[in-house]
């Protein structure tokens, strides 16, 4: 019968069937790094990876950092590959506690991913991402013998360490100074949203940026790319009076997915070794994705963290921006 971490492999499998898969930047076509394994093969080192040691694994380092970097978006993906690569762990021991205790195996394992997932969220400040893996692992095992140790006292809590490894601003001030609007004190929603749409394209005139937000409206135009906007968000914010209802798309789907830790470190006002020690100790205020022997950060984490605005616009709205600002369409 099929149980919790049945469901876990197949819904990893159902996403990526037998393409590629990049633990560094999430989409192989945005990755530095040109050869990527099958999943089956990235599972499979990964597993490997954690029982030689995950605290020293660059693999698992990057795959904590992608976990974290999906839930910010709220995407449970790579959170689902994290457990997808530690229950082979699991099964054996939750198999032998069962049949050992005469406690059913699919509460034992339920009760094991649930355990997981809080030291996930547990971990999400001041615990490095080497870390992480063998925390959720021996949190796992605990609660799966205190479920057995509630019918019976053979075992004691220090069996648990026999199965466990040890453990190793730039848009806001702008925008504001172009109206005497406020935006956020707009009653109607689409007026606010067509505001907003038209600052930005302002901005992107007077800063010289017209060329490439050009390219990218042609682009969403042909079909050629798509902004990061779900169906569901962009369903509520349609208004009748636009050329396409799916040229929406957030103003950082126009900057690169990832830059690199020392432009990164630049815009957080921090020298580039700070930032590594900052990493290493898990006090980086966001995940940073580990890419062969450096770091890859994710634009969209670092935007949140410096309270850059990150808005919802459509095309109509900031071309029209640009062309009041200068004078000329884009």
């Known amino acids: 019968m099929s149980d919790i971490f049945d469901h876990i492999e197949w819904k990893v499998r159902d996403i ?5 898969a990049c ?10 790094i040109k050869r990527h394994p099958t999943y089956s093969e990235f599972r499979a080192e990964a597993i490997s990876a954690g029982v030689r040691s995950a605290s020293t694994s660059r693999l698992w380092e990057s795959l904590i950092a992608m976990g974290r970097l999906c839930d910010l978006d709220g995407d449970d993906t790579w959170r689902l590959v994290i457990l997808d690569c530690i229950v082979p762990y699991f099964r054996s021991l939750s198999a032998r506690i069962s049949r050992d205790f005469h406690v059913e195996c699919e509460d034992i394992r339920s009760a094991m991913v649930a355990t ?5 969220d547990e971990t999400v400040r001041g615990v490095a991402p080497r870390h992480v893996r063998d925390r959720m692992v021996k949190a796992a095992f605990e609660v799966a013998f ?3 140790s509630a019918t019976s006292s053979e075992y004691s809590m220090d069996d648990v360490e026999i199965f466990v490894q040890p453990e190793g601003s730039f848009l806001d001030s702008t925008l504001k100074a172009s109206s005497i609007i406020d935006a956020s004190n707009i009653h109607d929603a689409d007026v606010a949203e067509q505001l907003r749409g038209e600052r930005i394209g302002e901005l992107f005139q007077l800063r010289g940026c017209s060329e490439t937000v050009r390219d990218f409206h042609d682009e969403l135009r042909t079909g050629t790319r798509s902004g990061s906007i779900n169906q569901t968000v962009r369903t509520g914010l349609s208004r009748s009076w636009f050329s396409d209802p799916n040229l929406y798309y957030y103003v950082s789907d126009l900057y690169p997915s990832f830059i690199g830790l020392r432009e990164a470190a630049d815009v957080m006002d ?6 590594y020690r900052l990493i290493r100790a898990g006090q980086f205020p966001f995940p940073a994705a580990r890419a062969g022997r450096g770091y890859k950060i994710s634009v969209k984490a670092l935007m949140l963290f410096k309270s850059i605005p990150n808005p919802i616009v459509h095309v109509d709205d900031v071309e029209n921006g640009a062309l009041h600002a200068g004078g000329a369409a884009l």
Do not use: M, N, Q, T
Not at 16 to 20: H, L, N
Not at 116 to 120: I, R
């Open 16 to 20: 990526f069937g037998g393409e590629p």
């Open 270 to 275: 921090i020298a580039e070794s700070a930032a």
């Open 146 to 148: 205190r479920l057995g």
């Open 116 to 120: 997981a997932l809080e030291v996930w």
């Open 23 to 32: 633990a560094h930047v999430g989409d192989v076509k945005e990755c530095d």
